[in-house]
């Protein structure tokens, strides 16, 4: 009842014909026209030439946002630890105060 129905492998009912066999044709060249120099590309958007100045100006750029962002990560990293930190010195107050009115 539970057990799974492998599929067969169906068996081949006739013998089939190999493929048929491609024969080459024969490849016929015109001639072509003479070549014409291609126009020479313009380019459609203007380059960005970064002078050293702006160079250094960019990468301390970069430096600074990722000192920023990391800086955020790491003070919400430790605003859960130190939550954290607190609800498990309240949890043991907590505690210690329904065990001692058990007591009493």
Do not use: F, N, W
Not at 75 to 91: D, G
């Amino acid at each position: 009842m539970l057990r799974p129905k492998i599929p067969t492998m169906p068996t081949p009912t006739r013998h089939t014909a190999p493929p048929a066999v491609i024969q080459p044709t024969a490849i016929e060249q015109h001639p072509t026209p003479a070549a014409v120099p291609a126009p020479v590309p313009v380019p459609s958007q203007p380059r960005v030439q970064l002078s050293p100045g702006a160079l250094v100006a960019l990468v301390g750029g970069g430096t600074a946002v990722v000192l920023v962002v990391g800086a955020v990560l790491v003070s919400m990293l430790l605003a859960v630890a130190v939550t954290a930190a607190s609800v498990a010195v309240c949890a043991v107050v907590l505690r210690s105060l329904l065990a001692s009115q058990h007591r009493r």
